[in-house]
């Protein structure tokens, strides 16, 4: 059966960095959009990133402004997110998430539970 | 950034009742690139419908999606226990693809 396993979270000082891995079976890696998803404390869903099904097209919501980057590893099925400069309002539960098609534009059918990131001094 | 707007914020109604959610959008989709996903207390959102009014491969048939252009509803012909949730619409028309905030579907 399909499975995401989110793991990296934890807690790390402003300004600080973490990558989140998610571990991927049950379903052929290489063929699927992939996605971060945040979802702070008590808070909504908030697009973080997604990578197209070969690694060629990315995007990222607005508020990241060049501090996450998204990537992908075929050979391990192992999706990333790197992040860097942290700050308190990136405290929230990631999770990543499976695209429902091929191509980047699409919703996301199967989702991990999340791991949670909180930004604290 | 396209924002979405979703009314009412909560309600509360009696299992076996419809409820209906709303969507807004900031600008049209015009390829009605709407999802809407149920997200039960502690777990992760799961998708109900795509395209504006596509079931997902395994959503029950009470779940209705509906709508164009900027306006999209949600309707649950007749709530189970396990559809008392938060619900959220997403567009995935334009990059970054963004979520509603969110309606709170609770038991009166």
């Known amino acids: 059966q399909v499975q995401l396993v989110e793991s990296g979270g934890g807690v790390v000082q402003p300004g600080k960095s973490l990558r989140l891995s998610c571990a991927t079976s049950?379903?052929?890696?290489?063929?699927?959009?992939m996605h971060w998803v945040r979802q702070a404390p008590g808070k909504g869903l908030e697009s973080v990133a997604a990578v197209s099904f070969d690694g060629k097209n990315k995007y990222y919501g607005d508020f990241v402004q060049g501090r996450f980057t998204i990537s992908r590893a075929s050979s391990r099925n192992t999706l990333y997110l790197q992040m860097n400069s942290l700050t308190t309002e990136d405290t929230a539960v990631y999770f990543c998430?499976?695209?429902?098609?091929?191509?980047?534009?699409?919703?996301?059918?199967?989702w991990g539970q999340g791991t949670l990131v909180t930004v604290s001094s | 950034e396209i924002v979405l707007t979703q009314s009412p914020d909560t309600m509360f109604l009696s299992p076996g009742e419809r409820a209906t959610v709303s969507c807004r959008a900031s600008?049209?989709?015009?390829?009605?690139?709407i999802a809407w996903y149920r997200q039960k207390r502690g777990q992760a959102p799961s998708l109900l419908i795509y395209g504006a009014s596509l079931r997902a491969p395994g959503t029950p048939a009470r779940f209705v999606g509906s709508g164009s252009g900027t306006d999209f509803t949600l309707s649950i012909t007749r709530l189970e226990p396990e559809d008392f949730a938060i619900y959220y619409c997403q567009q995935y028309g334009f990059s970054p693809f963004t979520f509603g905030p969110g309606t709170e579907v609770g038991v009166k």
């Open positions: 998430a499976r695209g429902l098609f091929t191509m980047i534009q699409g919703p996301s059918d199967r």
């Open positions: 600008q049209s989709l015009s390829s009605n690139y």
């Open positions: 049950g379903f052929i890696f290489d063929s699927y959009t």
